[in-house]
């Protein structure tokens, strides 16, 4: 150990820890391929009501490659010899449909009362997705991501009255 002419530090190359267990259990890829389509009406009701119905559609395909690490503490990259293995799920599927409805139905010519819902998705984040794992020596404990968590569903509703007026001041 030591440091080199500018001061650096200077570490034995066989204690170096150039890419270790952090390093491959962060590392993966994805690819997502994604497909959407949206569509939705104006309908109007008489003078006073109008509704706005829509439609969305969507799918996705993704393919995730990551790896397996075995721990091994004794080893100058952290990591049990013959490690990290490729580790790929190459089937997540996740079709949906979001309905919306947005209504406005006009009371006077200064109040109207409005009203919404749709369905919305929350989708995991990337490295939640990735098939990677951690084991440690033994094997007798194992640390993953989980590649087919779902996406959370949510229905929205909401309903407003508006007040307006032409005069200011």
């Given at each position: 150990?030591?440091?080199?002419?500018?001061?650096?530090?200077?570490?034995p190359a066989?204690?170096?820890?150039?890419?270790?267990?952090?390093?491959?259990?962060?590392?993966?890829?994805?690819?997502?391929?994604?497909?959407?389509?949206?569509?939705?009406?104006?309908?109007?009701?008489?003078?006073?009501?109008?509704?706005?119905?829509?439609?969305?559609?969507?799918?996705?395909?993704?393919?995730?490659?990551?790896?397996?690490?075995?721990?091994?503490?004794?080893?100058p990259s952290?990591?049990?010899?013959?490690?990290?293995?490729?580790?790929?799920?190459?089937?997540?599927?996740?079709?949906?449909?979001?309905?919306?409805?947005?209504?406005?139905?006009?009371?006077?010519?200064?109040?109207?009362?409005?009203?919404?819902?749709?369905?919305?998705?929350?989708?995991?984040?990337?490295?939640?997705?990735?098939p990677g794992?951690?084991?440690?020596?033994?094997?007798?404990?194992?640390?993953?991501?989980?590649?087919?968590?779902?996406?959370?569903?949510?229905?929205?509703?909401?309903?407003?009255?508006?007040?307006?007026?032409?005069?200011?001041?």
């Amino acid at each position: 150990f030591g440091v080199d002419s500018e001061g650096n530090p200077k570490f034995p190359a066989d204690q170096t820890y150039v890419r270790g267990v952090q390093s491959f259990e962060n590392d993966y890829t994805n690819r997502e391929e994604y497909m959407a389509g949206f569509a939705m009406m104006e309908i109007l009701i008489g003078k006073n009501i109008m509704l706005l119905p829509g439609v969305r559609y969507e799918q996705v395909n993704t393919m995730y490659t990551a790896n397996y690490v075995v721990e091994n503490g004794n080893d100058p990259s952290g990591m049990q010899p013959g490690y990290p293995k490729e580790v790929s799920v190459d089937d997540r599927q996740n079709q949906n449909w979001f309905p919306s409805l947005n209504m406005k139905f006009d009371i006077t010519d200064w109040m109207d009362i409005r009203g919404a819902y749709y369905k919305s998705t929350s989708r995991p984040n990337y490295i939640m997705l990735s098939p990677g794992m951690v084991s440690n020596f033994d094997k007798n404990n194992i640390s993953a991501n989980n590649p087919y968590l779902r996406p959370a569903i949510a229905h929205n509703y909401d309903l407003g009255a508006s007040f307006f007026t032409n005069k200011l001041g």
